[in-house]
Each structure stands twice: as structure tokens, then as C-alpha cells.
């Protein structure tokens, strides 16, 4: 009889543990898309706009606080990670079948540049610009509403041909994808 209280009273304090544990602020996604039979995942956290539109992406918002602004970890907690099965080019840059980090140059809001790191593993806000595979530009427009999570999005454009978009607040940047 004693066993059986103390199983249900130790029940009992793990239910009251794991119900007050709240939602993570910046969940943890994956996006992930199969070209040409090759697949390309991106993992990130995905942080929320909360009240902040328009003081995000500004010269004093949010990530302007971040240490090695205009660069972003384009994401939150641990950098943003690109695995890909295949060679690749995304947009004018060419990436080896393999795994990297993603960053985001903002320097200038009109016009972001994917920044493609050699480097994984890291913690987001450890950037290291000697271990850039390189960059590529990216075609910015407005989403239809405001984004309120940060969301990436890999989609197949037909036979070889793919599209990575990030969007967030009141940005979407994409950039094309080419399977080797």
C-alpha cells in the first residue's frame, strides 16, 4: 500500500511539472524538399514578430542588437543549418553536396544577400565571415500579410529547378535552387 502512494504521489508531480512547462519562444523547425530525387532540409528556430512589426529589420530594431549585425543567424537559438544530398547552386553560388550554415546579410532592407558558411555546429550568433563558402543575392517582396513566425520555405519548381524563401514581419526573400 505504501508503494502504491508513493507511485501516485511521484504521478502526480511530474503531471504538475510538464503541464506548467510553456511552449518553446522560438520553436524548432525543419523545412525540407526532394528535387530531382536529391533532398535539401533547412532546421532553424522559428522566433515570432510579438507585437514588434516594424522594429524588427530597422536600423534600432531587434536584430540590430544582434553582434554581428547587418549579418543575421536568420533564425533563433543555434544557426539556421542547410543539408543537401546533392551539389547545388543556389542562386549564382555553388554548394557541394554536404552541410552548412545559413546567415542572411540585411545591411541593406531592399536587398538581402544568403550568406553560406562552411561552418556548423555553432551557436547562432557565432559568425565567422573567414568561413563563408560564399553568397548570393536575394529577390525581396512583401508577403501578402505580416509573417508573425519566421518561416523557411523549400518548394520544387519542376524537373531540376527549386526555390528557398524566408519570410518574416514584412519581409520574403527568395532565391532559385539548381540540382546537380
Not at 514578430?49 to 534600432?60: L, Q, T, Y
Not at 561552418?119 to 548570393?136: A, P, V
Amino acid at each position: 500500500m505504501k508503494h502504491l502512494l508513493v507511485c501516485t504521489g511521484l504521478l502526480v508531480a511530474a503531471t504538475a511539472v510538464f503541464a506548467q512547462q510553456k511552449p518553446a519562444a522560438s520553436p524548432h523547425a525543419t523545412e525540407s524538399a526532394t528535387i530531382a530525387g536529391k533532398t535539401i532540409t533547412i532546421k532553424y528556430s522559428s522566433p515570432g514578430v510579438k507585437g514588434r512589426e516594424g522594429h524588427i529589420f530597422s536600423k534600432d530594431g531587434l536584430i540590430s542588437k544582434d553582434p554581428h549585425y547587418p549579418v543575421w543567424r536568420a533564425g533563433a537559438n543555434s544557426a539556421t543549418s542547410l543539408h543537401t544530398d546533392a551539389d547545388i547552386t543556389i542562386g549564382d553560388l555553388a554548394v557541394p553536396k554536404g552541410d552548412y550554415t545559413l546567415f542572411v546579410d540585411i545591411s541593406d532592407p531592399d536587398n538581402w544577400v544568403l550568406i553560406v558558411s562552411k561552418q556548423t555546429g555553432e551557436w547562432g550568433l557565432r559568425y565567422d565571415k573567414t568561413q563563408d563558402l560564399g553568397s548570393t543575392k536575394m529577390k525581396m517582396s512583401k508577403p501578402v500579410a505580416m509573417v508573425e513566425n519566421l518561416k523557411y520555405t523549400l518548394a520544387g519548381l519542376g524537373g531540376t529547378t527549386g526555390k528557398l524563401t524566408l519570410e518574416w514581419e514584412d519581409h520574403s526573400a527568395s532565391v532559385l535552387i539548381a540540382v546537380h
